[in-house]
T-cell receptor
Framework: GENVEQHPSTLSVQEGDSAVIKCTYS??????FPWYKQELGKRPQLIID?????GEKKDQRIAVTLNKTAKHFSLHITETQPEDSAVYFC????????????FGKGTKLTVNP | DAGVIQSPRHEVTEMGQEVTLRCKLI?????LFWYRQTMMRGLELLIY????????DSGMPEDRFSAKMPNASFSTLKIQPSEPRDSAVYFC???????????FGNGTRLTVT
Protein backbone atom coordinates (compact mmCIF):
# COMPACT_ATOMS: atom_id res chain seq x y z
CA GLY A 1 0.00 0.00 0.00
CA GLU A 2 0.85 3.67 -0.12
CA ASN A 3 3.37 5.07 2.36
CA VAL A 4 3.87 8.82 2.84
CA GLU A 5 6.93 10.20 4.59
CA GLN A 6 6.95 13.83 5.74
CA HIS A 7 9.90 16.00 6.82
CA PRO A 8 10.76 17.79 8.98
CA SER A 9 8.61 16.83 11.95
CA THR A 10 9.13 20.28 13.47
CA LEU A 11 10.07 23.57 11.83
CA SER A 12 10.69 26.92 13.45
CA VAL A 13 11.06 30.09 11.36
CA GLN A 14 11.10 33.84 11.93
CA GLU A 15 8.13 35.87 10.80
CA GLY A 16 8.59 36.88 7.18
CA ASP A 17 10.83 33.94 6.31
CA SER A 18 9.80 31.09 4.02
CA ALA A 19 8.94 27.58 5.17
CA VAL A 20 9.25 24.40 3.14
CA ILE A 21 7.79 21.02 4.04
CA LYS A 22 8.60 17.94 1.98
CA CYS A 23 6.81 14.65 1.45
CA THR A 24 7.65 11.50 -0.44
CA TYR A 25 5.25 8.77 -1.49
CA SER A 26 5.74 5.17 -2.52
CA UNK A 27 2.88 4.34 -4.88
CA UNK A 28 3.66 5.55 -8.38
CA UNK A 29 -0.06 5.37 -9.15
CA UNK A 30 -0.84 8.15 -6.67
CA UNK A 31 -2.39 11.10 -8.45
CA UNK A 32 -3.91 13.40 -5.84
CA PHE A 33 -1.88 15.28 -3.22
CA PRO A 34 -3.67 17.56 -0.72
CA TRP A 35 -2.20 19.53 2.16
CA TYR A 36 -4.08 20.10 5.40
CA LYS A 37 -3.49 22.60 8.20
CA GLN A 38 -4.49 21.71 11.74
CA GLU A 39 -4.42 24.30 14.49
CA LEU A 40 -4.17 23.12 18.08
CA GLY A 41 -7.35 21.39 19.20
CA LYS A 42 -9.06 21.95 15.86
CA ARG A 43 -9.89 19.95 12.77
CA PRO A 44 -7.63 19.51 9.75
CA GLN A 45 -8.56 21.94 6.99
CA LEU A 46 -7.60 21.70 3.34
CA ILE A 47 -5.32 24.55 2.29
CA ILE A 48 -4.22 23.46 -1.18
CA ASP A 49 -4.15 20.36 -3.35
CA UNK A 50 -2.51 19.28 -6.58
CA UNK A 51 -3.19 16.56 -9.08
CA UNK A 52 -0.60 14.60 -10.98
CA UNK A 53 -1.17 16.35 -14.27
CA UNK A 54 0.16 19.60 -12.79
CA GLY A 55 3.69 20.36 -11.60
CA GLU A 56 3.00 23.42 -9.48
CA LYS A 57 0.06 25.28 -7.99
CA LYS A 58 -0.05 28.60 -6.14
CA ASP A 59 -2.57 30.29 -3.91
CA GLN A 60 -1.35 33.63 -2.57
CA ARG A 61 1.49 32.83 -0.11
CA ILE A 62 1.14 29.08 -0.48
CA ALA A 63 2.50 26.91 -3.28
CA VAL A 64 2.82 23.20 -3.84
CA THR A 65 5.23 21.49 -6.23
CA LEU A 66 5.11 17.92 -7.46
CA ASN A 67 7.89 15.80 -8.93
CA LYS A 68 6.30 12.60 -10.16
CA THR A 69 9.55 11.06 -11.30
CA ALA A 70 11.10 11.40 -7.86
CA LYS A 71 7.75 10.78 -6.12
CA HIS A 72 7.94 13.79 -3.91
CA PHE A 73 5.93 16.94 -3.36
CA SER A 74 6.50 20.02 -1.26
CA LEU A 75 4.60 22.82 0.42
CA HIS A 76 6.08 26.30 0.29
CA ILE A 77 4.84 29.12 2.51
CA THR A 78 6.30 32.56 1.83
CA GLU A 79 6.26 35.63 4.07
CA THR A 80 5.22 33.53 7.06
CA GLN A 81 3.03 35.03 9.75
CA PRO A 82 2.40 33.91 13.35
CA GLU A 83 -1.05 32.69 12.34
CA ASP A 84 0.62 30.18 10.02
CA SER A 85 1.75 28.32 13.16
CA ALA A 86 0.03 24.91 13.07
CA VAL A 87 0.60 21.27 12.17
CA TYR A 88 0.65 20.65 8.42
CA PHE A 89 -0.17 17.27 6.92
CA CYS A 90 0.52 16.06 3.41
CA UNK A 91 -1.43 13.19 1.91
CA UNK A 92 -1.52 11.06 -1.22
CA UNK A 93 -4.17 9.01 -2.94
CA UNK A 94 -4.12 6.71 -5.92
CA UNK A 95 -7.87 7.05 -6.34
CA UNK A 96 -7.83 10.59 -7.67
CA UNK A 97 -9.52 12.06 -4.61
CA UNK A 98 -10.42 11.58 -0.98
CA UNK A 99 -10.70 7.82 -1.16
CA UNK A 100 -7.76 5.91 0.29
CA UNK A 101 -5.93 9.08 1.33
CA UNK A 102 -2.77 8.23 3.24
CA PHE A 103 -1.46 11.01 5.46
CA GLY A 104 2.06 11.92 6.48
CA LYS A 105 2.84 12.20 10.18
CA GLY A 106 2.70 15.98 10.15
CA THR A 107 5.03 18.96 10.54
CA LYS A 108 4.64 21.31 13.46
CA LEU A 109 5.42 24.79 12.13
CA THR A 110 6.16 27.58 14.57
CA VAL A 111 6.45 31.13 13.25
CA ASN A 112 8.22 33.36 15.76
CA PRO A 113 7.22 37.05 15.76
CA ASP B 1 -23.94 25.07 5.93
CA ALA B 2 -22.88 24.02 9.44
CA GLY B 3 -20.24 21.64 8.11
CA VAL B 4 -19.66 18.11 9.37
CA ILE B 5 -21.09 17.81 12.87
CA GLN B 6 -19.72 15.32 15.38
CA SER B 7 -20.94 14.44 18.83
CA PRO B 8 -19.95 14.27 21.56
CA ARG B 9 -16.89 16.56 21.51
CA HIS B 10 -15.40 14.76 24.49
CA GLU B 11 -16.07 11.31 25.87
CA VAL B 12 -14.53 9.80 28.98
CA THR B 13 -15.41 6.22 29.74
CA GLU B 14 -14.17 3.23 31.63
CA MET B 15 -12.56 0.24 30.03
CA GLY B 16 -15.15 -2.30 28.92
CA GLN B 17 -17.90 0.22 28.28
CA GLU B 18 -19.57 0.73 24.93
CA VAL B 19 -18.84 4.00 23.16
CA THR B 20 -20.86 5.46 20.28
CA LEU B 21 -19.58 8.38 18.23
CA ARG B 22 -21.92 10.23 15.93
CA CYS B 23 -21.49 12.17 12.71
CA LYS B 24 -23.76 14.24 10.50
CA LEU B 25 -22.51 14.81 6.94
CA ILE B 26 -22.64 18.02 4.99
CA UNK B 27 -25.91 18.08 3.10
CA UNK B 28 -25.48 16.65 -0.39
CA UNK B 29 -22.20 14.90 0.34
CA UNK B 30 -22.10 11.25 -0.70
CA UNK B 31 -18.86 9.97 0.85
CA LEU B 32 -18.21 9.54 4.56
CA PHE B 33 -14.90 8.77 6.23
CA TRP B 34 -13.93 7.90 9.82
CA TYR B 35 -10.35 8.72 10.89
CA ARG B 36 -8.49 8.21 14.14
CA GLN B 37 -5.69 10.57 15.21
CA THR B 38 -3.00 9.76 17.78
CA MET B 39 0.46 11.19 18.39
CA MET B 40 2.09 7.86 17.62
CA ARG B 41 0.21 6.84 14.49
CA GLY B 42 -1.01 10.16 13.11
CA LEU B 43 -4.19 10.23 11.03
CA GLU B 44 -5.44 6.76 10.15
CA LEU B 45 -8.40 5.95 7.92
CA LEU B 46 -10.68 3.48 9.67
CA ILE B 47 -13.52 3.07 7.17
CA TYR B 48 -15.27 4.93 4.39
CA UNK B 49 -18.70 4.82 2.79
CA UNK B 50 -19.98 5.86 -0.61
CA UNK B 51 -23.74 6.38 -0.90
CA UNK B 52 -24.28 4.68 2.49
CA UNK B 53 -22.37 1.56 1.44
CA UNK B 54 -19.13 0.62 3.25
CA UNK B 55 -16.40 0.51 0.64
CA UNK B 56 -13.24 -0.17 2.61
CA ASP B 57 -13.05 -1.13 6.28
CA SER B 58 -9.51 -2.46 6.18
CA GLY B 59 -8.43 0.22 8.65
CA MET B 60 -10.83 -0.87 11.38
CA PRO B 61 -8.53 -2.14 14.15
CA GLU B 62 -10.52 -5.18 15.19
CA ASP B 63 -13.98 -6.58 15.69
CA ARG B 64 -14.59 -4.29 18.64
CA PHE B 65 -15.05 -1.47 16.15
CA SER B 66 -18.11 -1.17 13.94
CA ALA B 67 -19.52 1.64 11.79
CA LYS B 68 -22.92 2.16 10.28
CA MET B 69 -24.57 4.62 7.97
CA PRO B 70 -28.32 4.16 8.46
CA ASN B 71 -29.16 7.02 6.09
CA ALA B 72 -27.51 9.41 3.70
CA SER B 73 -26.72 12.06 6.29
CA PHE B 74 -25.76 10.21 9.47
CA SER B 75 -23.16 7.73 10.66
CA THR B 76 -22.09 6.09 13.90
CA LEU B 77 -18.82 4.53 15.01
CA LYS B 78 -19.18 2.10 17.89
CA ILE B 79 -16.49 0.58 20.09
CA GLN B 80 -17.56 -2.33 22.25
CA PRO B 81 -15.89 -3.07 24.58
CA SER B 82 -13.61 -0.05 24.78
CA GLU B 83 -9.97 -0.31 25.87
CA PRO B 84 -7.44 2.32 27.03
CA ARG B 85 -5.53 1.99 23.75
CA ASP B 86 -8.62 3.27 21.94
CA SER B 87 -8.00 6.70 23.45
CA ALA B 88 -7.60 9.12 20.52
CA VAL B 89 -9.34 11.86 18.61
CA TYR B 90 -11.84 10.42 16.15
CA PHE B 91 -12.66 12.52 13.12
CA CYS B 92 -15.51 12.12 10.72
CA UNK B 93 -15.09 13.67 7.28
CA UNK B 94 -17.28 13.91 4.22
CA UNK B 95 -16.81 14.75 0.57
CA UNK B 96 -19.18 15.54 -2.24
CA UNK B 97 -18.00 12.44 -4.04
CA UNK B 98 -14.92 10.24 -3.79
CA UNK B 99 -12.83 12.47 -5.96
CA UNK B 100 -13.47 15.75 -4.16
CA UNK B 101 -11.73 17.25 -1.11
CA UNK B 102 -12.39 16.11 2.46
CA UNK B 103 -14.22 18.26 4.97
CA PHE B 104 -13.49 17.25 8.55
CA GLY B 105 -15.71 17.55 11.58
CA ASN B 106 -14.38 18.95 14.85
CA GLY B 107 -13.61 15.51 16.20
CA THR B 108 -14.46 13.53 19.32
CA ARG B 109 -11.73 13.24 21.93
CA LEU B 110 -12.15 9.80 23.49
CA THR B 111 -10.46 8.88 26.74
CA VAL B 112 -10.79 5.33 28.03
CA THR B 113 -9.58 4.84 31.58
Amino acid sequence: GENVEQHPSTLSVQEGDSAVIKCTYSDSASNYFPWYKQELGKRPQLIIDIRSNVGEKKDQRIAVTLNKTAKHFSLHITETQPEDSAVYFCAASSQGGSEKLVFGKGTKLTVNP
Amino acid sequence: DAGVIQSPRHEVTEMGQEVTLRCKLISGHNSLFWYRQTMMRGLELLIYFNNNVPIDDSGMPEDRFSAKMPNASFSTLKIQPSEPRDSAVYFCASSLYGGSPLHFGNGTRLTVT
